[in-house]
């Protein structure tokens, strides 16, 4: 089966800095790569997702890079502020795509 | 939201005894998820289902089973809870794609925090 692994676990950056999250997989096949960001006592939403036939997305601030080569995948978020502060996971579907695999999650913070 | 509910939203329950947690949804989907979040973890797939009285296993169903008796419902029941069941409940659901499959998109409900004594 898929296996994601995600890094860092905990990332601290200043406001207005950047953050990135990388995550690897092991399933060549995965097509479908989602982020989701959980803020406290919610579940996890979708912020941003990338299918394979392209390589980077953006959405204002966030963007994603794939680079299925190497079959890793990168979560950006730029001039970052205090209300990105959450836990962000990343995910990957098996081959039939109807269930995702997530990584270990990354909590995020932003000092002011 | 994806018009997702969970019931309880949270439960404090002592081993041995059974526990049901209830998934809503108003919108018809025919795909249904239920996780558990641990820290460290992640999420990691209980079970899922593919229609009414459809279901399958997921990464770590010992313990659990499920029931879909109709689209709307998707029950989650630990027979007889153990404390290592300790844990946050999510369930997801996925809208489906043309020719049946799943979309690869998943939205989550709010959780259920359960607590085995």
């Known amino acids: 089966g898929e296996n994601v692994e995600q890094h860092p676990s905990t990332l601290s950056v200043q406001e207005g800095d950047s953050a990135v999250i990388k995550c690897t997989y092991s399933?060549?096949?995965?097509?479908?790569f989602p982020w989701y960001k959980q803020e406290l006592g919610k579940g996890p939403q979708l912020i941003i997702d990338i299918r394979s036939n392209v390589g980077e997305k953006k959405d204002q601030r966030i963007a994603v890079t794939l680079n299925k080569t190497a079959k890793h995948f990168s979560l950006h978020i730029t001039e970052t502020q205090p209300e990105d502060s959450a836990v962000y996971f990343c995910?990957?579907?098996?081959?039939?795509?109807?269930?995702?695999?997530f990584g270990g999650g990354t909590r995020l913070m932003v000092k002011p | 939201d994806a018009g997702i509910t969970q019931s309880p939203r949270h439960k404090v329950t002592e081993t041995g005894t059974p526990v049901t947690l209830r998934c809503h949804q108003t919108?018809?989907?025919?795909?249904m998820y239920w996780y558990r979040q641990d820290p460290g973890h992640g999420l990691r797939l209980i079970h899922y289902s593919y229609g009414v009285k459809d279901t399958d296993k997921g990464e770590v169903s010992d313990g659990y089973s499920v029931s879909r008796s109709k689209t709307e419902d998707f029950l989650l029941t630990l027979e007889s809870a153990t404390s290592s069941q300790t844990s946050v409940y999510f369930c997801?659901?996925?809208?489906?794609?043309?020719?049946?499959?799943?979309?690869?998109?998943?939205?989550f409900g709010p959780g259920t925090r359960l607590t085995v004594l």
């Open positions: 399933d060549s096949a995965s097509n479908y």
């Open positions: 919108e018809n989907h025919r795909y």
């Open positions: 995910a990957a579907p098996n081959n039939a795509g109807n269930m995702l695999t």
């Open positions: 997801a659901i996925s809208v489906e794609a043309s020719g049946g499959l799943a979309r690869n998109e998943q939205f």
